[in-house]
């Protein structure tokens, strides 16, 4: 194995730590609309090969599984969608609006994702203040697919957005340049 991949690994390893620490701390604090538990993620499909962003993912809804219960493992599909899309958008690059328009995709397709897993565990809810949009479109005669799917949507546009908008600045960063042209991919 070259020692590019073992770094690479490494990393991943580290994004899927940092997806956990930032998921758990900002659940705990309890920020309405933020959640910060794919930016390793992000950062690892922005940066590498799309394997190396999927296998994150998938590292990360395990070991969440694991630690929490196993009612976070189909949200698994949801952050492989958010490696693929950004792995993407990254392929020239990943400047500022770049990322706001990968932010935005990822919140698009995450939800049509997300929506599905949502109406079959949890009737279409979720566990944040969206459940009242959700009611609200479902008491308006929306069906309940339709409801979860904009509640996903509500819940994921700032966090997706701004993990986006982070991992970019990161990137610009002359550290973490420095440390990925050692790297490559």
Not at 65 to 91: D, E, K, Q, W, Y
Not at 117 to 127: C, D, H, K, V
Not at 147 to 168: E, H, M, P, Q, R
Request: net charge positive.
């Amino acid at each position: 194995m070259k020692t590019s991949s073992i770094k690479i690994f490494a990393l991943c390893a580290i994004a899927v730590c940092v997806n956990i620490v930032l998921g758990t701390f900002i659940a705990y604090i309890r920020i309405p609309f933020l959640y910060l538990d794919v930016i390793g993620t992000i950062f690892i499909a922005a940066n590498f090969k799309m394997p190396y962003g999927i296998m994150t993912a998938i590292c990360t809804s395990l070991l969440i599984s694991i630690v929490s219960g196993p009612l976070f493992l189909p949200f698994v599909f949801v952050s492989i969608a958010i490696a693929i899309v950004t792995n993407l958008m990254a392929r020239n690059g990943f400047g500022y609006k770049k990322a706001l328009l990968t932010g935005l995709l990822v919140t698009l397709i995450g939800s049509l994702v997300s929506a599905p897993i949502r109406l079959i565990m949890f009737g279409g809810l979720s566990n944040s203040i969206t459940n009242f949009l959700i009611l609200s479109l479902k008491a308006s005669g929306q069906k309940m697919i339709t409801a979860a799917y904009w509640g996903a949507f509500a819940d994921s546009i700032v966090d997706k957005t701004l993990s986006c908008l982070l991992v970019a600045w990161l990137m610009q960063l002359p550290l973490f340049q420095k440390h990925l042209q050692t790297i490559g991919n």
